[in-house]
């Protein structure tokens, strides 16, 4: 079943252009966590990396497009051995609502860019988000695999992200998992991927002001020494430190799109 058109338009990030001339917009800034765990066995096999860092998101609009750049700066905690880290990712959005990958320096995923929820909704997606009654069934395309995982998106209802009014949302999806591990390509893993998030939106800007999401593969890996049962999480947070207001969030706001029916 295709997803109605709201959770298509909040997955897949599909905002609009169509303003005329270049302006850059205030930077909204952005505090990122996260964590990955792996295990392997009966624990005879574990690691652990963790992150910490800031985030600037700037939104530039040129003619009829908009341009996305995140920007993170980031220790990076692996088994004890802590370094500093960058990440940026860029994401050209046209007229017509299709998305061009500009940029994607962000192996960590950790960029408000480069997660299962969209950075900022269009006025049409975030209207059908706030008169949503029950859960909306969607596919949605594995991060990891070729494969296509089966979820539902929700409202959970407005809150308060700092001062700001803000529409939050959970999204649940999953599926089988055959393959490669990520990162490990020499280990092949039979099992399954489960994703799980909420996000809140300011209902003036529609910009994503706080994220949690997690993804969890399990099942049975074979190597050269048999099968072992292995997990891997990851968890990243992200949360507005410095939350847009007043007129300079509005003009931050795309234009509503027009999207045929599905």
Known sequence: ????????????????????????????????????????????????????????????RRGGAMRYTAKVEYLRSDQGATTDATADYVSDLMPSGEQFASADHDPDYLTVLNQPFSAQLDATTLADLRSMRSAVPFDFPSPFTSSTLHGRLERIGNGLIGPHRALGVRFEAGGAMHGALPDRAGLTLDGSIVMRGTAYYDLESALLLSLDATVTISGTVSNRSGNDPVTIVYRRTIRANEPLHGNTAQSLRPPEVTRSPR
């Open 1 to 60: 079943m295709r997803a109605p058109t709201a959770a298509a338009a909040f997955l897949m990030l599909t905002l609009a252009g169509g303003l005329v001339g270049e302006a850059r917009a205030a930077d909204q800034q952005y505090l990122v966590s996260g964590r990955d765990s792996f295990s392997i066995g009966a624990g005879d096999i574990k690691s652990e990396v963790e992150y910490r860092g800031t985030q600037v998101l700037t939104i530039t």
